[in-house]
T-cell receptor, first 114, second 112 residues
Framework: DAGVIQSPRHEVTEMGQEVTLRCKPI?????LFWYRQTMMRGLELLIY????????DSGMPEDRFSAKMPNASFSTLKIQPSEPRDSAVYFC????????????FGEGSRLTVL | KNQVEQSPQSLIILEGKNCTLQ??????????LRWYKQDTGRGPVSLTI?????NTKSNGRYTATLDADTKQSSLHITASQLSDSASYIC???????????FGTGTQLKVEL
């Protein structure tokens, strides 16, 4: 059974460029989360969706960040324009709403902005 | 403010030794507490879940404890192996609304 699939695994880009990260949640999971992980701050919730609808985007740092979930099997996190301080590992996770709160994480997308 | 604090921040032990990681939380309401293991370059994976009524739970060489009165949890690793080298993250769930509070993790390194 496939887990959460993220792409790309690694992205190196220059400041000012647009970055798009992609996520395919586990089939049947109706909640999807985007997290950012840095050494200094650990895992930070950026946004989460229930049934494809954004519920809480209070963690999205700035208007440069946007996320979409056009259907139950796909989500994107976009950064435009990117800045060096956006360098981090971005994780997508999915879960079944209303259960025990267990998150199933993807392998992450490591973003480096030069 | 809901918070989860973990200690130590990092730990180095020799293979075969035991160790204990600590998690203190001030999350309310409390539904459950999970310990996740995150290998380098991978996403976190749930090791164990502790609910309000549970004091101790084992998963192989991992034993988690929970004291709901003092709002403390620990993760004890017995007879450590090199593969235990990872970050261990404590996460508390309030129940409903997907309200999860993450600790910043303990980085464990097991050496020969």
């Amino acid at each position: 059974d496939a887990g959460v699939i993220q792409s790309p695994r690694h992205e190196v880009t220059e400041m000012g460029q647009e970055v798009t990260l992609r996520c395919k949640p586990i089939s049947g999971h109706n909640s999807l989360f985007w997290y950012r992980q840095t050494m200094m701050r650990g895992l930070e919730l950026l946004i989460y969706f229930n049934n494809n609808v954004p519920i809480d985007d209070s963690g999205m740092p700035e208007d440069r960040f946007s996320a979409k979930m056009p259907n139950a099997s796909f989500s994107t996190l976009k950064i435009q324009p990117s800045e060096p301080r956006d360098s981090a590992v971005y994780f997508c996770a999915s879960s079944v709403q209303g259960t025990t709160g267990e998150l199933f994480f993807g392998e992450g997308s490591r973003l480096t902005v030069l | 403010k809901n918070q989860v604090e973990q200690s130590p921040q990092s730990l180095i032990i020799l293979e075969g030794k035991n160790c204990t990681l600590q998690c203190n939380y001030t999350v309310s309401p409390f539904s459950n507490l999970r310990w996740y293991k995150q290998d380098t370059g991978r996403g976190p994976v749930s090791l164990t879940i502790m609910t309000f009524s549970e004091n101790t739970k084992s998963n192989g060489r991992y034993t988690a404890t929970l004291d709901a009165d003092t709002k403390q949890s620990s993760l004890h690793i017995t007879a450590s192996q090199l593969s235990d080298s990872a970050s261990y993250i404590c996460v508390v769930w309030t129940g409903g609304g997907n309200k999860l509070t993450f600790g910043t993790g303990t980085q464990l390194k097991v050496e020969l």
